[in-house]
């Protein structure tokens, strides 16, 4: 089985900043994507950000310039850094990882409980 925890999540004015953070544990031979998606209340789950295990980014038009995503292999970490954060980030972020548990398995979706961001104008 394999475990994600995210961390990080608060309450912060526009123009903040927050890092969060997600570690994954568990029966882990290796881990291929890693990203983070958000859920605005009464909108639909969209992708945010997501990193390979090459180190390719992809960000959504809305957070380039404004989100960094990174990750440490040796931790199986990976992390979301917001800058200038408005009102429209409000939301429950969520981590994802497609993890391979054994050399003979392919790799598979697992998704954290997700952490709060909320933002005041």
């Known amino acids: 089985q394999v475990q994600l925890v995210e961390s990080g999540g608060d309450l912060v004015q526009a123009g903040g900043s927050l890092r969060l953070s997600c570690a994954a544990s568990?029966?882990?031979?290796?881990?291929?994507?890693m990203g983070w998606h958000r859920q605005a209340p009464g909108k639909e789950r969209e992708l945010v950000a997501v990193?390979?295990?090459?180190?390719?980014?992809n960000y959504t038009d809305s957070v380039k310039g404004r989100f960094t995503i990174s990750r440490d292999n040796a931790k199986n970490t990976v992390y979301l850094q917001m800058n200038s954060l408005k009102p429209e980030d409000t939301g429950v972020y969520y981590c994802?990882?497609?993890?391979?548990?054994?050399?003979?398995?392919?790799?598979?979706?697992?998704w954290g409980q997700g952490t709060q961001v909320t933002v005041s104008s």
């Open positions: 990193i390979t295990d090459g180190d390719v980014t």
């Open positions: 568990g029966s882990i031979f290796s881990i291929n994507s």
């Open positions: 994802n990882a497609v993890v391979r548990t054994a050399r003979w398995r392919t790799g598979r979706n697992y």
